[in-house]
């Protein structure tokens, strides 16, 4: 995946329509592909933004 290559992470994905959140992260910097993140208690939380993200009352929401 190009986002790989270019040595990004992690990266997550917001889908508006249906109210979902996804992430993604790599295992190491030189891993070829991504692992899915589990979220924990509906969130998910991003290691390279110290915070968890989480769809919440119709939003897309940062704790």
């Not at 190491?28 to 208690?41: K, L």
């Amino acid at each position: 995946m190009r986002y790989a290559r270019l040595g990004i992470p992690e990266y997550f994905v917001y889908d508006r329509l249906r109210q979902q959140v996804h992430g993604y992260r790599l295992p190491a910097p030189d891993a070829p592909r991504y692992q899915r993140i589990v979220p924990q208690m509906g969130r998910y939380s991003s290691a390279v933004l110290g915070l968890d993200l989480a769809v919440s009352g119709g939003k897309l929401q940062f704790f």
